[in-house]
């Protein structure tokens, strides 16, 4: 069997690009891969989880350098085990697969970069070969000492080495998404097997702005899972419960075999029985399912899939409600799709059965408050709105919620209930 290849991404947030921006250029790496051997991807990233899920592995960051800046990393002995390896920006556009870039590596001692669009001669540091065992490469970690952040870390590679080659030597399908600084790449060439997007505007900044690019759109758009592609090994679903109420079973034979199920039962409450599975879960996709209710037959393919297309860090949609008593269905569909922080303020309008998040976003805000006995998703989802994280909606049917006589929301006392509802629009009070 050939050896896996493999390449490495650095994602910093706080910046230009967000998870969206990691997702999108992996989703096109994996999907376009033609080799039976898929390559391996390690993304650095400013989050203190460590994860691997297969063949995408998220590595914390070691530097608090601003900006691009974190890039220096790659330079790092601790990076030494993983080369050579390639290094792609995640302002990127992979149009054919990148087996074509490895193929133009005939010498993997080389140290290679993209020659600057607008300054020939000049390396850019968007897409590099690093060899292992490089003394370039030592002398670019050796000299971060003299790093002066006001400037860019291309002009400062550019006074330490040269690059052996460079890869417009090697092949003319690399594009510049500006090839003139009054101008864009509007139409895709037929030849394309990569496109720079150097700069502003991003990938996702087109896609929100007036800019009318087709081909930028289709790229967004462009689903490399397919229905039955497996997309459930992404995702993670924890059920947290004191006792089985009777339907646990139910509820875990609605998820998929190829989900990761995570159990979680303990004397704690909700909050607690969640937050204790939290470190297992080794999903990119987190949901929570309470042992009495069910995920519809396509639930997880139909949240993965509205999260990719929208861009959004969590997403909530449709719930069907049935009646153990009278055995009557009822249909919830939220007025409000995409609320701000202030509608879900004053109208808690999401149905709880049908939230999934990114993973990230409980790296970024931690679990659920464990104070809280009752209405704990609705300070979490007001969280994660107040930290300006985006919110989706997927019109379709994500779950079956039991109505019952031992639910908590009818066994809690209404001034228990009133009292955490309160609580909570105390700590948000806008």
């Known amino acids: 069997m050939e050896n896996k290849k493999t390449i490495v991404l650095v994602w910093k947030s706080g910046g230009d690009f967000h998870f969206q921006d990691v997702e999108l250029i992996t989703r096109h790496i994996l999907g376009k891969w033609r080799l039976p051997v898929k390559p391996k991807i390690i993304c650095l990233w400013d989050k203190k989880t460590h994860y691997d899920i ?35 920006d995640l302002d990127t556009a992979i149009i054919n697969s990148l087996e074509y870039i490895f193929e133009l590596v005939k010498d993997e001692s080389q140290f290679i970069t993209l020659e600057d669009f607008w300054q020939k001669g000049k390396l850019a540091t968007g897409l590099v070969w690093f060899p292992a065992k490089s003394e370039k490469i030592k002398k670019v970690w050796d000299a971060r000492k003299n790093i002066s952040f006001g400037a860019r870390m291309d002009y400062f590679l550019r006074q330490i080495i040269e690059p052996d080659t460079y890869w417009q030597r090697l092949t003319t399908t690399i594009y510049d998404f500006k090839p003139r600084r009054d101008n864009v790449l509007t139409h895709l060439p037929e030849d394309a097997d990569m496109v720079c997007f150097h700069g502003k505007p991003r990938i996702f900044q087109i896609i929100a702005s007036s800019m009318s690019i087709p081909w930028v759109q289709r790229y967004v758009e462009q689903t490399v899972f397919s229905k039955f592609a497996n997309i459930e090994k992404l995702v993670t679903v924890i059920i947290p419960y004191n006792k089985d109420r009777g339907y646990l079973q139910e509820a875990i034979g609605s998820v998929p075999k190829d989900v990761q199920l995570l159990l979680s039962q303990g ?12 470190p297992k879960a080794t999903g990119r996709y987190i949901r929570y399912l309470h042992e009495d209710d069910m995920l519809t037959k396509d639930c997880i393919y139909e949240s993965v899939t509205a999260i990719e297309k929208q861009g959004v860090d969590f997403i909530h949609g449709n719930a069907i409600e049935k009646s153990s008593k009278s055995n009557k269905t009822f249909h919830y569909i939220p007025k409000i799709k995409v609320p701000t922080f202030r509608q879900l303020y004053t109208n808690n309008c999401i149905h709880s059965a049908t939230l999934m998040y ?65 609580k909570i629009l105390q700590k948000y009070k806008v």
Request: proline share 6%; net charge neutral.
């Open 54 to 88: 297969g063949n995408i592995e998220f590595i914390p960051l070691t530097n608090d350098y601003p900006g691009t800046w974190s890039r220096m990393e790659l330079y790092s002995p601790a990076m030494e085990q993983y080369r050579p390896f390639l290094y792609v």
């Open 358 to 422: 990114r993973r990230e976003v409980f790296d970024e805000l931690g679990g659920f408050d464990e104070t809280l006995n009752a209405s704990e998703e609705l300070e979490f989802n007001l969280r994660c709105l107040k930290h300006g994280l985006k919110i989706g909606y997927c019109p379709r049917f994500l779950a079956i919620y039991r109505r019952h006589d031992q639910q908590k929301v009818v066994v809690l006392p209404l001034i228990e209930k009133r009292k955490e509802k309160a």
């Open 267 to 278: 004397e704690g409450n909700w909050p607690e029985n969640f937050n204790k599975a939290l």
